[in-house]
């Protein structure tokens, strides 16, 4: 099985930078993915990463290692509207994702 | 606007009843998954369904079900609701692995 973690809740100040951080254990996987979801709105997608390494996309950014069981998220110049849930998952094969629980940012002026 | 199309948005029903939920993929997506939401819960994968066919289950119920049909919109089918049934239950859908998956908007569920 797979098990995923990230912490529930974090908070922020706007034009912050933030870093959400999410381990998993599982026994192999295809990529790692993170969506953004607003409170009863569909989870979007924001980024994928099947290497290790950073992936930059505007003010989000992803890094995985695989050998450290590890990814974050990064937010930078962050904007009252990315208070969300950030959601890690796993894609264990065959667009099967395996999410963790969330972690739900507050960003206060 | 993912593209993908879930109905009804809301249902009201009571326990013990059966409903079924639709989902239409995006044009040209072969992959369609469902997700159960309960409040302040994770997504729980429940099942996916590949050109018609199960490809992956999940944490899903001997009551739900589900299928595809050959034009490859997907039903997943709820019987006996309990209370606990009550949550967001989300369809996504790709064009095959290792894709991104879109998200429908979801269809709440609440068992009075």
């Known amino acids: 099985g797979q098990n995923i973690d990230q912490p529930t809740e974090m908070t922020a100040t706007e034009g912050a930078i933030v870093q959400i951080n999410c381990t998993y254990q599982t026994s192999g996987f295809n990529g790692l993915f993170w969506y953004q979801q607003h409170a009863g709105e569909a989870p979007t997608f924001l980024s994928y990463?099947?290497?290790?390494g950073l992936e930059e996309k505007g003010r989000f950014s992803s890094f995985l290692s695989r050998s450290k069981g590890y990814s974050y998220l990064l937010l930078k110049e962050l904007q009252m509207k990315d208070s969300a849930s950030y959601l890690c998952a796993l894609n264990t094969g065959f667009q099967k994702l395996v999410f963790g629980t969330g972690t739900r940012l507050l960003v206060s002026p | 606007d993912s593209g993908v199309t879930q109905t009804p948005k809301h249902l009201i029903t009571a326990t013990g009843q059966r409903v079924t939920l639709r989902c239409s993929p995006r044009s040209g997506d072969l992959s369609v998954y469902w997700y159960q939401q309960s409040l302040d819960q994770g997504l729980q994968f429940l099942i996916q369904?590949?050109?018609?066919?199960?490809?992956a289950k999940g944490n899903i119920l001997e009551r739900f079900s589900a299928q595809q049909f050959p034009d490859l919109h997907s039903e997943l089918n709820l019987s006996s609701l309990e209370l606990g049934d009550s949550a967001l239950y989300f369809c996504?859908?790709?064009?095959?692995?290792?894709?991104?998956?879109?998200f429908g908007q979801g269809t709440r569920l609440t068992v009075v």
């Open positions: 990463n099947v290497l290790d």
């Open positions: 369904y590949y050109n018609g066919e199960e490809r």
């Open positions: 996504a859908s790709s064009v095959q692995g290792d894709t991104e998956a879109f």
